[in-house]
């Protein structure tokens, strides 16, 4: 089996015989300039892009990894301790914005499992080199490591870091390994982002259809709450229900004729729902004339996200506001 490090050195050099006459000083400089410290914890099988809670042939409900180690110097049997990965919840692809809990406090980075070199014990089949898997499941990561997460988008992104420690106590990570090692042989992506579609519980939108109304002009507000768990493996949400409270200047007038039959309250502001089975989604439509005295007044209106007796993961706060201002 081909010693990765060696035979770009190799190429490298053979580059240089053709391309240089005096081929011992151009050997002498590549050994010279070639920094081989660093380690590479190369990935051999990335998880799939986008998972789910529920799985299927398309989409899996699990992050799996396969991954071998190798040290810089070209040897086939890599001192090391042992590799760690840490896991973090963003709410955006940019990495942006971490996940944040019932209670508003972002969910940071924590340590998630710690794989010694021992059970390393396997060779790759490609590189015959020391190799070791992982793999979660995102059930597991939903109802009990972040079990009180309240993620900001239905798709968030799970970031992987991983952490490969030397015995010599060195550390290598996304931070320091792409300075020391590079080039397709040496590609190391110790940090992976993968979308979670979390697919359970119950999404809330509101609209108004105006967001510049005129004194006394009529708006229509419209209220929904869909279930999103899946047809087939999905749970019905029971007693659903929300708050939506017009604000001042704002006067409620009455149901859509469509939807006189729902249970909304306009004293207190609640829509009383029931029971949402999954894909469902429930509407609410009524009218309500602006009476603010003053032209420029900003009205906004924010609703609450509806509540079932289960809990609901997926909290869109983009669409629970909206802001008005009164025209003359």
């Given at each position: 089996?081909?010693?990765?490090?060696?035979?770009?050195?190799?190429?490298?050099?053979?580059?240089g015989?053709?391309?240089?006459?005096?081929?011992?000083?151009?050997?002498?400089?590549?050994?010279?300039?070639?920094?081989?410290?660093?380690s590479?914890?190369?990935?051999?099988?990335?998880p799939?892009?986008?998972?789910?809670?529920?799985?299927?042939e398309?989409v899996?409900?699990?992050?799996?990894?396969?991954?071998?180690?190798q040290?810089?110097?070209?040897?086939?049997?890599?001192?090391?301790?042992?590799v760690?990965?840490?896991l973090?919840?963003?709410d955006?692809?940019?990495?942006?914005?971490?996940?944040v809990?019932?209670?508003?406090?972002?969910?940071?980075?924590?340590?998630?499992?710690?794989i010694p070199?021992?059970?390393?014990?396997?060779?790759?089949?490609?590189?015959?080199?020391?190799?070791?898997?992982?793999?979660?499941?995102?059930?597991?990561?939903l109802?009990?490591?972040?079990?009180?997460?309240?993620?900001g988008?239905?798709?968030?992104?799970?970031?992987?870091r991983?952490?490969?420690?030397?015995?010599?106590?060195?550390?290598?990570?996304?931070?320091?390994?792409?300075?020391?090692?590079?080039?397709?042989?040496?590609?190391?992506?110790?940090?992976?982002?993968?979308?979670?579609?979390?697919?359970?519980?119950?999404?809330?939108?509101?609209?108004?259809?105006e967001?510049?109304?005129?004194?006394?002009?009529?708006?229509?507000?419209?209220?929904?709450?869909?279930?999103?768990?899946?047809?087939?493996?999905?749970?019905?949400?029971?007693?659903?229900?929300?708050?939506?409270?017009?604000?001042?200047?704002?006067?409620?007038?009455?149901?859509?004729?469509?939807?006189?039959?729902e249970?909304?309250?306009?004293?207190?502001?609640v829509?009383?729902?029931?029971?949402?089975?999954?894909?469902?989604?429930?509407?609410?439509i009524f009218?309500?004339?602006?009476d603010?005295?003053?032209?420029?007044?900003n009205?906004?209106?924010?609703?609450?996200?509806?509540?079932?007796?289960?809990?609901?993961?997926?909290?869109?706060?983009?669409?629970?506001t909206?802001?008005?201002?009164?025209?003359?």
């Open positions: 089996m081909k010693n990765i490090f060696k035979t770009l050195l190799i190429i490298l050099v053979a580059f015989i053709t391309s240089c006459e005096d081929s011992d000083l151009q050997i002498d400089q590549l050994y010279d300039n070639v920094d081989t410290s660093g590479v914890l190369r990935i051999i099988d990335y799939a892009d986008l998972v789910n809670l529920t799985g299927g398309i899996p409900n699990t992050i799996d990894f396969l991954f071998e180690v040290q810089g110097d070209g040897s086939m049997t890599p001192d090391f301790k042992e760690r990965i840490y973090t919840p963003y955006d692809q940019d990495l942006v914005f971490l996940t809990d019932v209670d508003g406090n972002e969910i940071g980075e924590s340590l998630y499992k710690t070199a021992s059970e390393f014990a396997e060779l790759s089949v490609i590189n015959g080199l020391p190799q070791s898997n992982y793999n979660t499941e995102t059930r597991f990561l109802d009990d490591y972040w079990a009180t997460a309240v993620f988008k239905a798709n968030p992104i799970v970031v992987n991983f952490e490969l420690e030397m015995n010599d106590g060195r550390v290598w990570t996304d931070s320091n390994a792409g300075a020391t090692l590079s080039g397709p042989y040496f590609e190391s992506p110790f940090l992976t982002r993968t979308i979670f579609k979390v697919n359970e519980g119950i999404q809330t939108k509101m609209k108004v259809d967001d510049e109304p005129e004194v006394g002009e009529e708006l229509k507000f419209t209220l929904e709450v869909k279930n999103v768990g899946d047809e087939e493996l999905g749970f019905t949400v029971t007693n659903v229900s929300m708050n939506a409270l017009l604000p001042s200047g704002v006067t409620f007038g009455y149901l859509d004729e469509d939807y006189e039959e249970d909304y309250n306009p004293v207190t502001g829509w009383t729902i029931g029971d949402i089975d999954p894909t469902v989604n429930k509407k609410l009218y309500a004339t602006v603010a005295a003053d032209v420029g007044t009205i906004t209106y924010t609703v609450e996200e509806a509540i079932g007796d289960q809990r609901n993961p997926v909290v869109d706060h983009d669409k629970l909206v802001t008005m201002i009164v025209q003359e």
